[in-house]
């Protein structure tokens, strides 16, 4: 996991969706079952867009 001077998480390049999320949810205080749930649900699609959005320059850049 990445962290940036001003505190935020990023996967690390080729870390699993799941890998950073159980690496984000280790680094905080303890949280719920319910809380670890929501940022799941927060942190798939987000990151299914970024790697979308990496693969789409990845083939712009290809051609």
Same mark, same amino acid.
């Given at each position: 996991?990445?962290? %940036? *001077?001003?505190?935020?998480?990023? *996967? !690390?390049?080729?870390?699993?969706?799941?890998?950073?999320?159980?690496?984000?949810? !280790? %680094?905080? *205080?303890?949280? /719920?079952?319910?809380?670890? /749930?929501?940022?799941? !649900?927060?942190?798939?699609?987000?990151?299914?867009?970024?790697?979308?959005?990496?693969? %789409?320059?990845?083939? /712009?850049?290809?051609?």
């Amino acid at each position: 996991m990445n962290v %940036s *001077p001003d505190g935020w998480c990023s *996967p !690390a390049a080729g870390q699993d969706v799941e890998a950073f999320i159980a690496e984000f949810v !280790a %680094s905080r *205080p303890p949280l /719920t079952g319910a809380e670890v /749930t929501e940022l799941r !649900a927060i942190f798939r699609p987000a990151l299914a867009k970024v790697a979308q959005r990496a693969a %789409s320059e990845a083939d /712009t850049d290809a051609a």
